[in-house]
């Protein structure tokens, strides 16, 4: 089985977080943490500032790293660096996303997440309660 290296910002401002949904491909419609495949030679910082300039024209700053995710979908493994994100900007438009949406704890789950992208959850109200 192949695997795909993939990096996902999870972009805080105050006490929510930026989530997208997917406006293309089998799991269109689905949400995920921005971000995406990582070009050889880069790092995932790099790969990540890149994906966020090319998704959403915003530049960020990449904080730190939260946690590493592995994932078997059905035709692929899946290892995604996930990294705690903020703008340094307010500006954002959605270049490949059909929507966008602030989630604060008590909204984390009122999406539907791709499955890679919802194990972060449980991870994702720690850091949100602990502030």
Known sequence: MKTIEVVAAIIRRGDKLLATQRGYGE???YWEWPGGKREPGETPE???????QEELDAQISVDKLLTTIDWDYPDFHLTMYCFIC?????????????AARWLGLEDLHSVCWLPADLQLLPLLEQELSSR
């Not at 790099?46 to 966020?52: D, G, K, S, T």
């Not at 903020?86 to 500006?91: A, D, G, K, R, V």
């Open 27 to 29: 799991w269109k419609d």
């Open 46 to 52: 790099q790969a990540l500032a890149r994906e966020i």
């Open 86 to 98: 903020s703008l340094q900007s307010e500006s954002l438009h959605l270049n490949e996303h059909e």
